[in-house]
């Protein structure tokens, strides 16, 4: 208990101290105490409970708020029939317009229900006739019109009166929370123990050291074992660092970066990698093309007839497609569906091998939504192209990397791609099961030799966000883009 006292903060003392003669609410602790606000009551009420030394009592009170300013319309329709002798019609009501016209049904109504009249038809007229009831009620209110007044003038009322004001929407009901504290058995023999308060500091700070003001004050004790509420602190998204995990991965292994545009011609994004223009992916239901802009010049134009006779003839280097090849379609608008378009441009930028670049970007394909697929997504791009290249050096180039990203069990299989020949597919062991991670291959001589590269490129499309998902455990790839923020709070930070 004496250590239990030593640790108690300045608040914590004063609510004991309010608390000594008996139960009290908390505005009266406020007042005991000196508090300057009902928050620093709770807060000091708070920690008390959880140290076991006070009991906080709540109790839901129900307040009515009035949402009518005037009085009811059967009242109002009733002071206007004595004027009128007695007698109106519904006509006579609506012309005056003392009373909003989607009132007057529910007035006739309430005034029939009330007794304070009779409704009758004449003429074809709806006839109201006030009732003895209703000149007895000119100078008696009903109750739950006493207590629509009292409302106002910020009485309380009667519950049950509270309902029937609330059925006919002329009050709000609120719920409100009384709260009282009183001392547990420990919390009165802490008090019993004498609580002294006077001024203490909680942490030391460089102006308190340097003054020597230490030396004067009480230094509280800390208690270690006190709740305390979480804290996060800034950081950037899960995604977001695992591109820079995996950028560092590779600038390590001698790559340099490189960048290009999301909007991309048909030709650098398909064309230049010998994918015919035939191809199922250059559809429209594969592919996102643009209204704006709907043709994109084709930079490096000394290339346009390189490319057409490799996909017409091969250009000596192959039988090529065998088709006519169109320079409106490969002008086509798109936005690039994978990032080798930009090591293609890459190659076409006339750079002498050996070299070794990579890039991460977004790339876009019209995928239906589910658990495995988004229309938007990032690819891990790169190439190596240096003399005596080959698949031996491919395989062991992505080991390395998925190495380095904790996956000890990886593998290759056979694929197909239209630019590389031979082709693969990385595996990586992940619960007991071989995943798919992505394609790799050497680009195929109709790629290389149209830009004037002499030696094998070795190439290769990762996907980044499956990678993602087995890192961070997710079963949905979209909840990588959700943005709940309780996730990202808790989410791990990679590379730790």
């Known amino acids: 208990m004496t250590d239990i006292k030593d640790k108690l903060s300045p608040l914590e003392k004063r609510a004991l101290l309010a608390l000594k003669d008996g139960k009290l609410e908390i505005k009266e602790i406020m007042e005991k105490g000196g508090f300057s606000s009902q928050v620093e009551v709770m807060n000091a009420l708070s920690w008390l409970k959880s140290k076991g030394l006070v009991r906080i009592h709540e ?28 007698k109106v019609t519904l006509d006579d009501i609506r012309r005056v317009g003392f009373i909003p016209e989607k009132e007057i049904s529910v007035g006739a109504g309430w005034l029939k229900r009330r007794g304070w009249g009779n409704i009758t038809k004449e003429d074809g007229q709806t006839v109201l006739t006030i009732s003895h ?32 004001l609330k059925s006919r929407k002329a009050v709000k009901e609120i719920e409100k929370v009384e709260r009282s504290a009183e001392l547990t058995d420990e919390g009165r023999k802490v008090v019993e123990m004498g609580i002294e308060i ?8 460089p102006e308190i050291i340097r003054s020597g003001r230490w030396k004067e004050v009480e ?7 006190a709740f305390a509420p979480a804290v996060y602190g800034g950081k950037s998204h899960p995604l977001s660092r695992m591109i820079d995990e995996i950028r560092e991965i590779f600038l390590e292994m001698g790559f340099t970066e490189i960048e ?20 199922p992916a250059r559809e429209m239901q594969d592919t996102f093309y643009l209204e704006y802009p709907e043709k994109v010049e084709i930079d490096m134009p000394e290339y346009i007839e390189k490319v057409k006779a490799v996909h017409e003839n091969g250009a000596g280097i192959s039988k090529g497609w065998g088709y006519k090849w169109s320079l409106e379609e490969a002008q086509k608008g798109m936005l690039r569906t994978h990032t080798t378009v930009n090591t293609v441009r890459y190659l076409a930028e006339g750079h002498k091998p050996p070299f070794r670049v990579m890039s991460i970007g977004r790339v876009f394909r019209r995928e239906a939504i589910d658990s495995t697929h988004l229309p938007e997504f990032h ?28 996956f000890e069990e990886i593998r290759v299989r056979p694929a197909y791609f239209p630019y590389t020949e031979p082709s693969l597919e990385v595996e990586v062991m992940f619960n007991g099961k071989w995943l798919e ?43 990588l883009y959700n943005n709940d923020l309780e996730w990202l709070r808790n989410a791990p930070i990679l590379g730790d």
């Open 59 to 86: 109790n839901i009170r129900i307040e009515y708020e009035p949402l009518r300013d005037t009085e009811f319309p059967e009242r109002s329709i009733l002071e206007y029939m004595a004027v009128k002798g007695g």
């Open 133 to 164: 009831k209703g000149k007895k009620a000119l100078d008696n209110f009903e109750e739950d019109e006493i207590a629509l007044e009292k409302l106002r003038k910020g009485e309380r009322i009667d519950p049950n009166i509270g309902k029937i």
């Open 198 to 205: 006077k001024e203490e500091i909680s942490q030391l700070t």
């Open 219 to 225: 230094i509280r004790k800390y208690d270690v074992h």
């Open 260 to 279: 290009g545009d999301y909007v991309q011609s048909a030709f650098w994004d398909m064309d230049a990698l010998f994918m015919p223009q035939d191809h």
């Open 379 to 406: 690819q891990i791009e790169g190439i190596a192209c240096e003399k005596g290249a080959n698949l031996r050096m491919l395989i062991g180039l992505l080991k390395e990397f998925y190495s380095r990203m904790g």
């Open 437 to 479: 991670l992505g394609g790799a291959g050497i680009f195929r001589p109709e790629v290389t030799e149209t830009f004037g590269i002499e030696y094998p490129v070795l190439a290769w499309g990762l996907g980044l966000e499956r990678l993602a998902m087995l890192r961070l455990g997710l079963k949905d790839l979209r909840d």
